[in-house]
């Protein structure tokens, strides 16, 4: 029978039950205390396994390290496209030799120092058995570390931490905290000092909202790079001129139905937010070219977003030359007019608006 069973391993409990004869307590599987022959030949088996497996990680570390190292080498041509023919392939080899190399050395160079310390115990046992004395195990130093920061009264003493208090039984021990715990919490103290130092005094790192602000910053930077690589030349109000081209209308009401209709209705007719769009009274005037700048600068104040920002001048164009399309439509239920009545300028007084096509569609 394996000795790691409940048979001879000691109730270790804070708070214990004080059982009466005949009592069936159910206990848990607990660690061997004893360290008889069987648990200790478990034990350094499962250490080996341990070991093994914490060597495999630098290997698999040090392997995607190489792969890494080699597609930036070769951005064009990565190493695993074509390996043999790499340039880099000798050093890489060397670098894997050498690596398994030491691998092996420090795996073997363990096996001996644990079969040296196995004989060295097993000597040490053997002539105390001949001169009679009780051997007294080594205490290894990671054995005493858990020890150190347990810090836990052993059982045999713990009737001088007994506070005295039995509750049905259970009976209070006056245990103080355990080291690793404060130590710990101690941490926590220093982390919450370096935080605030970095976040709060010093402004080393940015808080959450400047992180973002960063970010929107980077994005803005983006999209005015991207609107510079865009053709946009012909595109701007003095130059403008309203057809009813198919498609750029076509591709108006996709931006319409995707950005205006909470605002000024899915017809265009308006709500309670956004003035009507249909009829031929405007607050920021009528025709192409001041649509065009109304929908470009917005009107912020009065919660008309200015979307020449979020938008190319080709989208606003097209949402500009669809709403000039709306004109006369008179959707039901359109909300009443609001601003002053827009007439086109007359193609005689065209000096005013050098362009003479602003032909509204009615
Ligand atoms: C968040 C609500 C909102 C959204 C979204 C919105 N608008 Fe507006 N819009 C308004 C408001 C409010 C006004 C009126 C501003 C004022 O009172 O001066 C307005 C005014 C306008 C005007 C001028 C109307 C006039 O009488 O001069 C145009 C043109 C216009 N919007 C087009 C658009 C287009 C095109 C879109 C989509 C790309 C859009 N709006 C999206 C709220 C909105």
């Not at 402004?203 to 980077?218: C, F, H, K, R, W």
């Not at 999209?223 to 057809?243: C, F, G, H, M």
């Not at 649509?291 to 606003?316: L, N």
């Amino acid at each position: 029978m394996s000795c790691c069973t409940t048979d001879h391993a000691p109730l270790r409990m804070t708070m214990t039950k004080e059982s009466q004869p005949g009592d069936k307590i159910l206990l848990p599987k607990l660690k061997c205390q004893r360290n008889c022959e069987n648990c200790k030949s478990k034990q350094e088996r499962n250490g080996l396994k341990d070991k093994k497996k914490l060597l495999l990680v630098p290997l698999i570390v040090f392997i995607t390290f190489l792969q890494s190292q080699a597609q930036e080498a070769a951005p064009a041509k990565t190493f695993w496209d074509d390996p043999f023919t790499h340039p880099m392939l000798p050093l890489y080899v060397v670098t894997a030799l050498v690596f398994i190399t030491i691998v092996l050395v420090i795996v073997v160079a363990l096996y001996m120092l644990k079969i040296l310390n196995l004989m060295l115990k097993q000597a040490e046992a053997e002539k105390a058995e001949r001169s009679g004395v009780v051997l007294t195990p080594k205490v290894s130093w990671w054995q005493q570390w858990w020890d150190k920061m347990n810090a836990a009264v052993p059982v045999a003493q713990e009737q001088d931490i007994d506070m005295g208090h039995s509750f049905d039984g259970i009976r209070e021990l006056d245990n103080h905290l355990p080291p690793w715990w404060k130590w710990l919490f101690y941490a926590t103290i220093v982390w919450g000092v370096v935080y605030i130092g970095v976040y709060h005094l010093f402004d080393t790192l940015p808080l959450s909202i400047g992180e973002y602000q960063n970010e929107l910053a980077v994005a803005e930077e983006q999209a005015i790079i991207r609107k510079a690589s865009q053709p946009v030349a012909a595109i701007d109000e003095n130059t403008l001129v309203y057809t009813t081209d198919a498609a750029i209308l076509e591709k108006g009401k996709v931006v319409f139905l995707g950005n205006c209709v909470a605002c000024h209705r899915t017809d265009g007719g308006g709500n309670t937010i956004g003035p009507n769009l249909t009829d031929s009274y405007w607050l920021h005037g009528g025709g192409i070219k001041n649509i065009f700048t109304t929908i470009k600068t917005g009107v912020v104040e009065k919660g008309m977003p200015a979307w020449g920002k979020a938008m190319s001048p080709q989208e606003v164009r097209n949402v500009a030359f669809y709403i000039m399309s709306l004109q006369g439509s008179n959707p039901a239920n359109g909300k009443a007019p609001q601003g002053e009545r827009y007439e086109e300028p007359l193609k005689a007084d065209s000096a005013v608006v050098k362009s003479d096509s602003l032909i509204v569609q009615r």
